[in-house]
């Protein structure tokens, strides 16, 4: 069984940062597939940033040059860091493992920007 647990999110101004942290725990090591979504509210889930095997990162074009994705292996834990926030990027946001050929994803943490 494997859990991810999102912490950093929080209330911030827009031109602020957050870093989001996914810890992952139980049976699950050496994770090659990383990924960050977030859906606003009334929105659909979209997908804000990739991390394949370490140093293959794909991001969404409206986070580019703003957010950045990482993880620490030894830790088994992700990263999102994300700079320059702007009111739009007000969501909950999810980290998503595939392992294996299962997905897993975590419970969320809100992330508001005011103006």
């Known amino acids: 069984q494997v859990q991810l647990v999102e912490s950093g999110g929080g209330l911030v101004q827009a031109g602020g940062s957050l870093r989001l942290s996914c810890a992952a725990s139980?049976?699950?090591?050496?994770?090659?597939?990383m990924g960050w979504y977030r859906q606003a509210l009334g929105k659909q889930r979209e997908l804000v940033a990739t991390?394949?095997?370490?140093?293959?990162?794909n991001y969404a074009d409206s986070v580019k040059g703003r957010f950045s994705i990482s993880r620490d292996n030894a830790k088994n834990t992700g990263y999102l860091q994300m700079n320059s926030l702007k009111p739009e990027d007000t969501a909950v946001y999810y980290c998503?493992?595939?392992?294996?050929?299962?997905?897993?994803w975590g419970q969320g943490t809100q992330v508001t920007v005011s103006s």
């Open positions: 998503h493992v595939r392992y294996f050929g299962y997905d897993y």
């Open positions: 139980g049976s699950i090591s050496n994770i090659n597939y």
């Open positions: 991390i394949i095997r370490g140093d293959n990162t």
